[in-house]
């Protein structure tokens, strides 16, 4: 062989190696995907720490790195911008109302809560009274709510997912009173707003207003979050456990369109299904979620006090049902609250 003809084999050999190399790197890169979890505001921190026990298992599982994006907002708001074509391969919000519109606008399909255990909603919570340490107004249920002076510190459920299961909580328990109905339930809901100043706009927001700004003498919120809040302040703050409540059962779905753009429905449907493992499901209650595996709850059965739970089905129809007698345009809401009367 020539000299040259050896330079130009040593040449070829070289650039095969480099392309070899190339494509390995390009391989790897592929490898490090990054998953889009468009979630409510009130799970921030729970699924940062979520986030990070997935990827060690998803490494440990695949040899894979994954990168978990969160974005947070109003569920309301995460909506409106998936319709509008934010990527979000996964979403985890307050209502399932709120994936039922993401899936009108044909993005999943209308089945999507049958493809998760427990309603696809791997946790629940319930709605509790939040109160200043030793109970200095002395509220004990939903009826200590409405009394004269009292000032109650809620969100608004035209905005707020927590809102409207709140809301609801407090019209359910009208109903269950004896002769309750309709008509009982709504004059109950209108002495209740009457006993709330303004209606914050987020979850956060009420939270801010009855812990920072020392406003109101009780809030309604998730017991999660309720529970969260005595752990961090227990000399600030007790919980209240009304006689009568409901199941929160904020829902976790796969956005079908999404994933298929994005190639990611391998990693989607391990994260979500990941949120029912025993690892998970401890982790939850960490954050006083009450846990889906049957196991755990049981194991951690104080924590949690028993009370008379309802499901939003067994009330109201269905959560469709439930927004547009309550929540639309001139539903239960808007005729049982005032503004401009509770501003001033």
Same mark, same amino acid.
């Given at each position: 062989?020539?000299?040259?003809?050896?330079?130009?084999?040593?040449?070829?050999?070289?650039?095969?190696?480099?392309?070899?190399?190339?494509?390995?790197?390009?391989?790897?890169?592929?490898?490090?995907? +990054?998953?889009?979890?468009?979630?409510?505001?009130?799970? =921030?921190?729970?699924? =940062?720490?979520?986030?990070?026990?997935?990827?060690?298992?998803?490494?440990?599982?695949?040899?894979?790195?994954?990168?978990?994006?969160?974005?947070?907002? =109003?569920?309301?708001?995460?909506?409106?911008?998936?319709?509008?074509?934010?990527?979000?391969?996964?979403? +985890?919000?307050?209502?399932?109302?709120?994936?039922?519109?993401?899936?009108?606008?044909?993005?999943?399909?209308?089945?999507?809560?049958? !493809?998760?255990?427990?309603?696809?909603?791997?946790?629940?919570?319930?709605?509790?009274? @939040?109160?200043?340490?030793?109970?200095?107004?002395?509220?004990?249920? $939903?009826?200590?709510?409405?009394?004269?002076?009292?000032?109650?510190?809620?969100?608004?459920?035209?905005?707020?997912?927590?809102?409207? $299961?709140?809301? @609801?909580?407090?019209?359910?328990?009208?109903?269950?009173?004896?002769?309750?109905?309709?008509?009982?339930?709504?004059?109950? @809901?209108?002495?209740?707003?009457?006993?709330?100043?303004?209606?914050?706009?987020?979850?956060?927001?009420?939270?801010?207003?009855?812990?920072?700004?020392?406003?109101?003498?009780?809030?309604?919120?998730?017991?999660?979050?309720?529970?969260?809040?005595?752990?961090?302040?227990?000399?600030?703050?007790?919980?209240?456990?009304?006689?009568?409540?409901?199941?929160?059962?904020?829902?976790?779905?796969?956005?079908?369109?999404?994933?298929?753009?994005?190639?990611?429905?391998?990693?989607?449907?391990?994260?979500?299904?990941?949120?029912?493992?025993?690892?998970?499901?401890?982790?939850?209650?960490?954050?006083?979620?009450?846990?889906?595996?049957?196991?755990?709850?049981?194991?951690?059965?104080?924590?949690?006090?028993?009370?008379?739970?309802? !499901?939003?089905?067994?009330?109201?129809?269905? $959560?469709? =049902?439930?927004?547009?007698?309550?929540?639309?345009?001139?539903?239960?809401?808007?005729?049982?609250?005032?503004?401009?009367?509770?501003?001033?």
């Amino acid at each position: 062989m020539t000299s040259w003809a050896a330079r130009a084999r040593v040449w070829q050999v070289g650039l095969v190696l480099g392309l070899v190399g190339v494509c390995g790197a390009g391989a790897t890169a592929r490898a490090d995907t +990054t998953l889009i979890n468009a979630s409510s505001n009130i799970n =921030q921190e729970m699924f =940062q720490e979520y986030n990070a026990a997935f990827t060690r298992y998803w490494r440990g599982k695949t040899g894979e790195a994954v990168t978990i994006k969160q974005t947070h907002a =109003q569920s309301t708001n995460q909506v409106a911008r998936i319709r509008n074509g934010e990527e979000a391969d996964v979403v +985890t919000l307050a209502v399932s109302l709120d994936i039922d519109t993401i899936a009108a606008a044909g993005l999943m399909p209308s089945d999507w809560q049958g !493809r998760l255990a427990n309603h696809s909603s791997p946790f629940t919570s319930t709605v509790v009274f @939040l109160v200043r340490r030793g109970n200095p107004r002395q509220i004990k249920d $939903w009826n200590d709510l409405v009394r004269w002076g009292i000032n109650v510190v809620t969100s608004n459920p035209k905005s707020s997912g927590i809102a409207r $299961w709140g809301h @609801l909580a407090a019209y359910g328990y009208a109903l269950k009173q004896p002769g309750g109905n309709d008509a009982s339930a709504k004059l109950f @809901l209108k002495r209740l707003y009457g006993n709330n100043r303004v209606l914050e706009y987020t979850a956060r927001g009420a939270n801010n207003a009855f812990t920072k700004n020392k406003i109101g003498d009780v809030m309604i919120t998730w017991e999660s979050e309720a529970l969260q809040l005595v752990a961090a302040a227990p000399d600030d703050y007790e919980i209240v456990v009304p006689s009568v409540s409901i199941v929160a059962e904020p829902p976790v779905a796969l956005v079908d369109k999404m994933v298929e753009k994005r190639g990611t429905r391998k990693l989607a449907d391990a994260y979500l299904n990941y949120l029912y493992s025993p690892e998970a499901q401890e982790l939850l209650v960490k954050y006083y979620y009450r846990p889906a595996d049957a196991a755990i709850a049981e194991k951690y059965s104080k924590r949690f006090k028993p009370l008379s739970l309802f !499901r939003v089905d067994e009330v109201f129809g269905s $959560w469709q =049902q439930a927004f547009k007698t309550h929540f639309s345009d001139g539903g239960v809401l808007d005729q049982v609250y005032d503004p401009y009367r509770n501003a001033s």
